[in-house]
Nanobody, 125 residues
Framework: EVQLVVSGGGLVQAGGSLRLSCAASGFTFDDYAIGWLRQAPGKEREGVSCISIRDGSTYYADSVKGRFTISRDNAKNTVYLQMNSLKPEDTAVYYC??????????????????WGQGTQVTVSS
């Protein structure tokens, strides 16, 4: 059974930090890119960040570059999203996703094969 188990999220003041974790199981970790999409009320779903598990190449949306960092721990089959300098416009439900991408660089995780549960991130001004 494929699982993407998300932890983290919550309420933070603007300028604060949060870390999201996504623990993957049930598929070959190395063959995938794993990342985060977010959905805010009334807005289109946005690809936030993505990391290729095999080679570690990363993608960031322009809106989060320099503030968010995605990383992986292959031994734990876990991907992390460190979110710093949070802004009210980062408020959204964040979803961990996995996209099959064996040996492919530059994946954005916008066509995922698997989804984890969403976690609410709320940034107060």
């Amino acid at each position: 059974e494929v699982q993407l188990v998300v932890s983290g999220g919550g309420l933070v003041q603007a300028g604060g930090s949060l870390r999201l974790s996504c623990a993957a199981s049930g598929f070959t970790f190395d063959d995938y890119a794993i990342g985060w999409l977010r959905q805010a009320p009334g807005k289109e779903r946005e690809g936030v960040s993505c990391i290729s598990i095999r080679d570690g190449s990363t993608y960031y949306a322009d809106s989060v570059k320099g503030r968010f960092t995605i990383s992986r721990d292959n031994a734990k089959n876990t991907v992390y999203l460190q979110m710093n300098s949070l802004k009210p416009e980062d408020t959204a439900v964040y979803y961990c996703v996995a996209e099959f991408a064996p040996g492919i660089n530059g994946v954005r995780c916008i066509s995922p094969d698997y989804w984890g549960q969403g976690t609410q991130v709320t940034v107060s001004s």
